[in-house]
């Protein structure tokens, strides 16, 4: 993201908001290019997936997990209580 979309963004959606934007996308510029569980692919320019996919950084690993397979472990999570 370059300096004067992040000054864009920060007009539009407050400094904040824009920081936490801009970290996201870092984020998401390292991550696997596929839900780390079922391999669907993942783009890393399309907002809708960076806001729905859930990110899990444990150490170095960075895995992805895309929204179908987060209701799955919600599933497996709920099924064992
Ligand atoms: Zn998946």
Do not use: H, Y
């Not at 996201?24 to 399309?46: G, I, R």
């Not at 690993?61 to 599933?75: Q, S, T």
Request: net charge positive.
């Amino acid at each position: 993201m370059n300096r004067k979309t992040k000054r864009a963004l920060k007009k539009k959606m407050g400094p904040d908001a824009a920081d936490r934007l801009a970290n996201q996308v870092a984020l998401f510029s390292k991550l696997p290019e596929a839900c780390s569980s079922c391999t669907k692919e993942f783009d890393n320019k399309d907002v809708e997936m960076i806001k729905t996919w859930k990110v899990v950084v444990r150490q170095d690993k960075v895995r992805l997990f895309c929204p179908g397979c987060i209701d799955k472990a919600k599933e497996a999570i709920d099924g064992s209580i």
